[in-house]
């Protein structure tokens, strides 16, 4: 006989299975239920048993193979008429469910090793007699374990465990249901064998992964579609097997490993995987199984004391930061609560929330925060939300003048003041973040005030800038931060002594056993129990509390009078291995209506608004009971302090287990529906909701709205210097316009959004990205006659060629612009133009004709049109200036260089455009440090590199660094030195840029030769050399040959010494470089 729980065959009279313990019992070999001795027929599915006599209930015959593909091929009947009754009345139950769900299973393929030969040797009708036998011990195997048949594979099967009825242990129950399908048929084989002379021998190979259930039909029709390539390697995994040999993938092996004796087949290579699967042979069943041993684990009194003390210092007024690190479910939601009941109603307590799908939303957290405090609310008007913040305000007391429009601009309202939308963005998201600073402070003072912040890792870039600006103010103010996240977020924020750091490691047993008993209400819990229940969490509190809800809801224990009873023997209750099995089985046992609602909410978000809901699923009565029952279960809870109601998810992973059930095809429907929702509900205040509008319209292929909102949500993050978010935005909206039809219309919108991801993308180095969209530009806007927008393509070209150091392309594409600008008095391309053709001509040394253009671009702008920015990064007047400077500082007229810098300080500071400023201050730099006042050189420059590394200005930065290291050398910090030239260059190499290469190792060889380094100062000057002939930037060569001159002196070489100087001067001379021809001079006048 047997063993019905493991497999294992046991000698005849033995009443326990000899492999794992548990009581033999006759089973029924078609359904798998349980037998009273000396029975004839089963009693469930009223089969007939070895040796009973009558035709009746005959268990299904599944036919040969050898006619399997044709019409009236019997296999091809309804899974129905191979499903044993029990379980197909189980399917059909969870049906509504079924229809159309994604869902985790392990697939199973069984073939007959040389079939083909053995049916040319015997007679059709006994390969079909033979074939039919294997059929139904295997089914017996398959469904003794409750799995599928899916199909069957001319001399095999194709079966899957998990799907349609769920199990959280599939895999462990697929690889019995393989051994039990090879011990039935090796006693078959012995049969054959002896009969027939046939050696009858089965492979089968096991792999988990995603399956996609398309639908059911009464008859139990069945489609299983695969999730990427789950049935591909289940399949491979077969054909590697050995005849009578069962091979699990790596995927399977995961699951099953505690369970059964594993050895290692070697490797396989997929088509279309990078890289191979490991494959492994399944053993027999262990007679324990393997369990990790549990580590030594802290408890959280720690935590709560750090909690108190943080607490009782900021209502002191001295302000503290915790910052809570742990895994999912670990507990810091849990610890947040506790905070808080500590605070009662001492004090101001604001919660702000990051979402795992808004990541690109700029200031979530934040606005949220400001939403709170001011008691705004979603069905707000912009005139009531304006009042609520002036309310607010007045409740302060009198707030400087410019608090409140940076305020309402967070709150995405009118701010009152045009200049604000027209503003340089980094200084508007500077004074924004100092208004909303204040405003803490300002609350603080009559009142502490509690910030917390979850969820970390999916904080955007812009609320991780504010919160760090925070932090660093927090000292003297009676505030309490606290911000959670998992530990693969990286903080980036100061140290400071009033900073608390807190890392949750998992609950000891104890620990543990007592949250199950609180969980289930339960004083008195068998150890037995708490032990598994607690091995399986491994110290987490979520999963600790969602087992012991899941072995309650399962039925496997029920309390009686205050004291856990078991239904079954703790050892044979089945607890899942991962809190992702434990939710999917949660949310399978739901009824009809609330598993809908579940799944609908998982779309929305983690948070979800009860109107929004309502008219996503059409049904508000049942809509509302389904929420009062997920509330009971603890699925979702209402969010408090909030005006509308609102439910949120009580654990982000229920929403990702719910979302990723759902059908790909339902999703986009959903998210469709969700986004027309969302118009409709905010339709005076859309602004507010464009990038959760994108997210949808995105998600649910609504290509024409995706691209518009993708398109209004790139230009709020690029507002507010969000470039990487700007950036995904903005491709979102190209990709959207990829699938629409090309028309005049998307072709406008296309170029439209190319267009502005030139600033974004330039900002952050990703000049070859750039240069692809603008030659797709190009193509686009020559197909449908756009004059216009070409013009400012070609623009770009000649930006774009300037910084990967072609120059000779750059004054081309220029002098095309040119020419096209004074033809159609073109302002926009005639500055842009002149900027680059300048700037090219700077990058080769030729300074006079440098300044013409650069000069151009000033006496073009001077006056009111000096602040606009014609579509660059910065303002080109700023920008002219310090280039101009920088020729006349090489040309050597350091006056006329102070007068430049000095007329474009004035411009960009006016227009208080941060970016363009740095420039200017790298300029001011230069000058400093060659006029000898390199300390203070130094002050403005490391002010630029501080803001080149806030802002994530690339291009910026790398020139910032260049210019600073000869300030580094020059005051004695030659480490230093060396470092931010070798820097610059890191970074130019990054963004491959190469414009003016040569110079920035010259600058490396120039720091390597004042520190000493006389070896590496030749081998970098040499390399500066090499890039300057090849980008005909002469200038550099100059320099780097005065280099090699001096390392030839401090050798003692005078003739090396005399040739480099000599040739070095020469080039002065001819480029007209007064100061370095007078440095050539003096080191060759001191030869002698």
Known sequence: MACSSCGAATRPGAKFCEECGTRLDAVCPTCGARLSPGKRFCGDCGARLDGAPGTEAKPPQAPAAARFGSEDDPRRVAPSGYTPQHLAERILKDRAALQGERKQVTVLFADVSGFTSMAEALDPEEVHALMNRAFELMLAAVH????????????????????????????????????????ALGTYREELRARRGVDFRMRMGLNTGLVVVAAIGD?????????GDTTNVAARMQQMAEPGQVVLADATRRLVEPYFHLTSVGTVTLKNRAEPVAAWALGEPRSVAETRPLT???????????????????????????????????????????LRRQVGAAATWLEGRCLSFAQSTAMLPISDLLRHGFGVNEADSESAIIEKVTRGLRRLGEPPADLAPYLRYALSVDPGEPAIATMDPAERRARMFRAINQLTRRSSQSRPVVLVVEDLQWIDSASEDYLAELINGIAGEAILLMLTWRPSYRARFSEHTYITRLVLEPLDEDDAHQLVRATLGIDDLPDELATVIA??????????????????????????????ALVRPASAIMVPDRVQDIIAARIDRLGEEQKRTVQIASVIGREFALR??????????????????????????????????????????????????????????????????????????????VEELAQHFVRGEVWPKAARYARQAGDRAAAL?????????????????????????????????????????WRSGALDRLFEIFKEAEALATRHGETDRLDVVYSFFTQYYWAKGEQRETIAYGQRCLDTAERRADLGLLVTAHYYVGHAYLAIGQYRRALEHLNAVIEALEGPRATERFGLS???????????????????????????????????????????????????????????????????????????RERKFAGQLMRALRAAAPAYSMTGRHQEAVAAARESVELQEKAAAFVERSDYVYRVAEAQLHSGALDQAEASARECIGFAHRLEERCSEAGALWVLGEVCRRRADREGARRHWEEALSIAQELEMGPLASRCRESLAGLG
């Open 874 to 948: 910065g303002l080109p007047y700023g920008g002219a200036c310090s280039l101009g400077a920088l020729c006349l500082l090489s040309l050597g007229d350091p006056e006329g260089a102070l007068d430049l810098i000095e007329r474009g300080e004035r411009v960009v500071q006016a227009a208080r455009h941060l970016y363009s400023e740095v420039p200017l201050m790298i300029s001011r730099g230069r000058l400093l440090n060659e006029g000898g006042r390199a300390q203070e050189a130094l002050e403005v420059l490391e002010r630029a590199i501080a803001i080149c």
């Open 535 to 564: 091995r399986k969490a491994e110290g987490n509190p979520f999963f600790l509390e969602e087992i012991g809800r899941a072995l309650v809801e399962s039925g496997a224990v029920r309390a009686e009078d205050g004291r856990l």
């Open 721 to 761: 210097c969000i470039d990487a978010r700007a950036v995904e935005f903005y491709e979102q909206a190209l990709e959207a316009l990829a699938q629409l039809p090309e028309s005049p219309e998307t072709a406008r919108l296309g170029l439209d959004v190319r267009l502005a991801v030139r600033a974004p993308l």
């Open 144 to 183: 003794r374990y409750e799995g599928t048949v899916n199909q069957f594979l001319g001399d095999g099967l194709m079966a899957l465990f998990g799907a349609p009825v769920a199990h959280e242990d599939h895999a462990r129950r697929a690889a019995l249901a393989a051994l039990g399908m090879q011990r």
């Open 219 to 227: 008859n139990l029709r069945m489609d299983y579609t695969a999730v």
């Open 612 to 689: 929004l809901l309502r008219r996503v699923a059409e049904a508000t009565d049942r809509v509302e009971r389904a929420l009062g029952d997920l509330k009971a279960l603890e699925f979702v809870y209402e969010k408090m302090g909030v005006a509308d109601l609102e439910y949120v998810f009580k654990h982000v992973l229920t929403q990702d287990v719910a979302y990723e059930s759902i059908l790909h095809a339902r999703r986009r429907e959903l998210h469709a529906r969700i986004g027309a929702t969302i118009e409709e509900l905010h339709t005076d205040r859309l602004e507010e909701h």
């Open 296 to 338: 030594p684990l802290l408890g959280r009194r720690e935590a709560l004391g750090a909690l108190e003390r943080a607490w009782n210092a900021a209502r002191a007024g001295r302000g503290q930061v915790i910052y809570l690190v742990g895994e999912a479910g670990i507990g810091k939601s849990r610890l947040r609560l506790e």
